[in-house]
């Protein structure tokens, strides 16, 4: 494996952050607590449908599509980007970072920090724990926030509960449901093929 200096990953860092800005792509690599390989790219689609249940401040009901990017900046670090088409509502863009806590024979806990624009600035923060039982299968628990920076701060949590098998290196399928655990937050069903480019 080659060395770089400590200079090398900030440089390559402030470059994807501008390219990922740039196409605008996804965050959160299928929402498992393990990172991306070093070096590798991650390209995904996520279609999802968001249930109405009269929630405050909540504009985006429906369907949506999710197009995922991530590249492995370090063993423990990958950079992540999403953009998010809502057929009834503002689009999403967003990036984050995702770090691996702690790395076990058949389990990972990570944690993941970002920005995101939908309808107004915010940021996103995540832990997430994932276990395999088999190598095909990862079964994914985690709390998610989403703060938005508007006048008054309207916190948003769910809880991630993610399905995830692994079809080989490359080809990821996963379901995902997302538990509102505050009043702002609503019910999310989602599923998604992620592709990893070593």
Not at 17 to 32: D, E
Not at 140 to 157: K, V
């Amino acid at each position: 494996m080659c060395q770089s200096s400590n200079a090398d990953p900030m440089k390559r860092l402030l470059f994807l952050l501008l390219f990922f800005l740039s196409v605008s792509a996804y965050g959160q690599v299928v929402n498992f607590a393990k990172t991306l390989p070093e070096r590798a790219w991650s390209v995904g689609l996520t279609p999802a449908y968001h249930i109405d249940r009269n929630v405050i401040l909540f504009d985006a009901g429906g369907t949506s599509f999710a197009l995922n990017g991530g590249y492995g900046l370090l063993y423990s670090l990958d950079v992540n980007a999403r953009y998010i088409y809502f057929l009834n509502g503002t689009d999403y863009f967003g990036i984050d970072m995702q770090y691996l806590i702690h790395e076990a024979r058949k389990s990972y806990f990570s944690a993941i920090g970002g920005l995101h624009k939908w309808d107004q600035f915010g940021m996103d923060l995540t832990g997430l724990f994932t276990y395999m039982p088999r190598y095909e299968i990862n079964l994914s628990i985690g709390l998610d926030l989403d703060l938005s920076f508007a006048s008054e701060m309207n916190p948003r949590m769910w809880v991630p509960l993610n399905v995830g098998f692994n079809i080989n290196e490359m080809f990821f399928l996963f379901a995902e449901y997302n538990l509102p655990v505050t009043e702002r937050a609503w019910d999310i069903v989602a599923v998604g093929v992620n592709v990893v480019l070593r």
